[in-house]
C-alpha cells in the first residue's frame, strides 16, 4: 500500500502577470498522467481559470478530494503570494502533506523549504520518478530529487538523472483537466526536454539540464494522431529547442505525411534557434502543417549578443527571419532589454530589426537577472539592482519596469527604450491582428478590434480571436468528441 493514495496537483494562479488560462498545463498533465499510469489516483486544480483563482475556491476542490498530498507547481514570479496560499492549505488541511516542485523550487531548493515551512518535500528537477516514489513509500531518504524535512533539519538528496528515453513517460491525455475552460482549442506539445546552448541569461538548464532528450517521431505523431481523432488541430511544440536535431524533424514530418494526418496548424511558439532553419527544413515543415513559430533574436547588437553567448549572429537571425517570412510562416520574434553589455544604442538597433521584416508579432521583454546564472552575476559586478529584497517575486512580471541598471545603460536610458519598444510592438502586432480580423463577421471584428485598443501584445487577441473562429466554424469543433466524463471535470 502506498504511503500517499490521493494526490491533489496545483497550478497556482499568477496574479498580474501575462500568463492566463490559455490552454492546459503539459508539465502537470505529464505528472498527472504518469501517476495515474502507476495506479496513484490524482486530480488536477488549475487556478489560472477564471472562477478557480480564489483561495475559497481551492479550498472546496481540497475537501472534495481529500487528499493526503497536494503538490503545487511554482515558478518564482509570486512566490510569496503561493508560500501565503501553502501556508494556509496546512493550518486547514493539517493532515494533507504538501510537496512543491516546478522551476523555483528547483532553482532554489533548501532556500525555498526554509522560507516556507508548510512545504513537507521539495521536487528538484525532472518530477515523475520522484513524486510517484513518494506516492509509493519509499523512504525519503533513498529518493533521487527530493528535498525533505527530519525534525527542524531539511535534507537535500542528491540530483536525480534525467531520463533519456522520453517514451518511458506516457504522453498528457489530460483526463484529469476540465479542457472546456480554457480559453484556446489548442494542445501543447513536449517532444523533447534539455537545451545545450550556453546563454547566460537562462535558467532553464536547472530545471532540465544541459543535455538535449528527444522522444521519437513515432512517439510524438502519436500524440499528435491521438488528439487529431478527438477533433483537435492546433498544436503548440512547447519544446526549449525543437528544432536542435533537424533530422529528427525532418522523421516527424514524414511521419505525419505516411499517417495522412491532415488539417494540422503547429506552431513553436517558445521559439527555435535560428542557426538550425534553412529552406530545405522549412519547406518540410511547411508539408507537414506547421504554420508559425517565434524566433529568439535576443538583440540587435552583435556586440550583446558575443557577451551572453548566444552562439548565433546577425546573420543567422537576418537570414532565418527573411526566409521564413518570405515562405509565409506567421513569425515571432523575442527581444529582451537590459541583457548584459545593453545600452540604449543598442536597444535601437533592436528596434529597427523588428521593424524590417513582415513578421506576425513582437515582443520585447524585461530582462530578469535570474540567481545562479552568468548573468546574474554580471549584473551584480557591473549594476545596481533596484528592489534587490522583493525583484524576484514581482519583477519578472513588469515588462517596462526597469530591475537595474548600469553606468552605460542609465534609468533615464531605460525608460525610454522601454517606452520606443512599446510603441515598435503595438505597431507591429496591431497590424498584423487587424489584417486577421479582416476574414470575421462585422460584429466579430468590432469585438476583437476593441481588444487591440486595450492590448500593446496579442495575447488578449489570440484567445479571442480562436473563440470567435471556434465557434464560427461549420461542422465540428474541437471539443467534439470528448465527453464531460473523459475531460475531468470534477
Not at 494526490?7 to 505528472?31: C, E, K, Q
Not at 518540410?284 to 548566444?310: H, N, P, T
Request: charged letters at 30%; a positive charge; proline letters at 6%.
Amino acid at each position: 500500500m502506498g504511503r500517499f493514495r490521493r494526490v491533489l496537483l496545483i497550478d497556482p494562479y499568477y496574479r498580474g502577470s501575462y500568463l492566463g488560462a490559455h490552454r492546459p498545463s503539459p508539465g502537470l498533465g505529464y505528472l498527472s498522467e504518469y501517476l495515474s499510469s502507476r495506479g496513484i489516483g490524482n486530480d488536477v486544480f488549475d487556478m489560472m481559470i477564471p472562477g478557480n483563482r480564489s483561495y475559497g475556491s481551492l479550498r472546496r476542490a481540497v475537501r472534495r478530494m481529500s487528499p493526503d498530498l497536494v503538490g503545487v507547481s511554482m515558478k518564482t514570479y509570486r512566490y510569496r503570494d503561493h508560500y501565503a496560499v501553502i501556508s494556509r492549505l496546512k493550518l486547514d488541511f493539517p493532515g494533507a502533506a504538501i510537496v512543491a516542485g516546478g522551476p523555483h523550487i528547483s532553482n532554489f531548493r533548501r532556500e525555498a523549504l526554509d522560507d516556507c515551512p508548510a512545504i513537507d518535500y521539495g521536487v528538484c528537477g525532472e518530477g515523475e520518478y520522484t513524486l510517484a516514489e513518494l506516492c509509493e513509500g519509499k523512504e525519503p531518504e533513498r529518493i533521487e530529487g527530493l528535498l525533505y524535512r527530519e525534525g527542524p533539519v531539511i535534507r537535500e538528496n542528491p540530483p536525480r538523472p534525467h531520463e533519456r528515453r522520453l517514451e518511458s513517460f506516457p504522453f498528457p491525455r489530460y483526463g484529469r483537466f476540465d479542457l472546456f475552460r480554457y480559453a484556446s482549442p489548442e494542445i501543447p506539445i513536449i517532444s523533447s526536454r534539455g537545451c545545450p546552448s550556453a546563454c547566460t541569461f537562462c535558467s532553464v538548464q536547472s530545471c532540465l539540464g544541459s543535455v538535449f532528450r528527444s522522444r521519437s517521431a513515432e512517439d510524438v505523431v502519436d500524440e499528435l494522431e491521438h488528439w487529431r481523432r478527438r477533433g483537435f488541430r492546433r498544436f503548440d511544440f512547447a519544446d526549449d529547442n525543437f528544432t536542435l536535431d533537424k533530422e529528427r524533424v525532418y522523421r516527424i514530418c514524414r511521419e505525419i505525411g505516411r499517417r495522412g494526418l491532415s488539417g494540422l496548424d503547429l506552431y513553436c511558439n517558445n521559439g527555435v534557434r535560428a542557426d538550425r532553419l534553412d529552406r530545405e527544413l522549412l519547406l518540410a515543415m511547411k508539408g507537414a502543417g506547421f504554420k508559425g513559430f517565434a524566433i529568439g533574436v535576443e538583440s540587435g547588437s552583435e556586440e550583446v549578443l558575443a557577451l551572453v553567448k548566444k552562439g548565433e549572429s546577425l546573420r543567422h537571425l537576418e537570414q532565418a527571419v527573411a526566409l521564413s517570412c518570405e515562405l509565409g510562416f506567421d513569425v515571432g520574434l523575442f527581444f529582451v532589454i537590459g541583457l548584459p553589455g545593453d545600452t540604449l544604442e543598442a536597444t535601437e538597433k533592436s528596434l529597427a530589426f523588428a521593424l524590417r521584416y513582415p513578421v506576425r508579432y513582437v515582443y520585447f521583454w524585461n530582462y530578469f537577472p535570474f540567481p545562479k546564472t552568468e548573468a546574474y552575476e554580471w549584473v551584480r559586478a557591473h549594476g545596481v539592482l533596484l528592489d534587490p529584497d522583493s525583484y524576484l517575486d514581482s519583477g519578472s512580471g513588469a515588462k517596462r519596469r526597469p530591475l537595474f541598471h548600469t553606468r552605460e545603460f542609465p534609468l533615464s536610458d531605460r525608460k525610454k527604450a522601454f517606452a520606443a519598444a512599446r510603441k515598435v510592438s503595438t505597431k507591429i502586432n496591431r497590424s498584423a491582428w487587424e489584417g486577421r480580423l479582416r476574414g470575421l463577421p462585422a460584429f466579430a471584428r468590432g469585438i476583437a478590434a476593441r481588444a487591440l485598443m486595450c492590448a500593446d501584445g496579442s495575447n488578449t487577441v489570440v484567445w479571442l480571436v480562436s473563440r470567435i473562429r471556434n465557434v464560427l466554424r461549420p461542422g465540428r469543433t474541437p471539443a467534439d468528441g470528448i465527453g464531460r466524463g473523459e475531460a475531468g471535470t470534477r
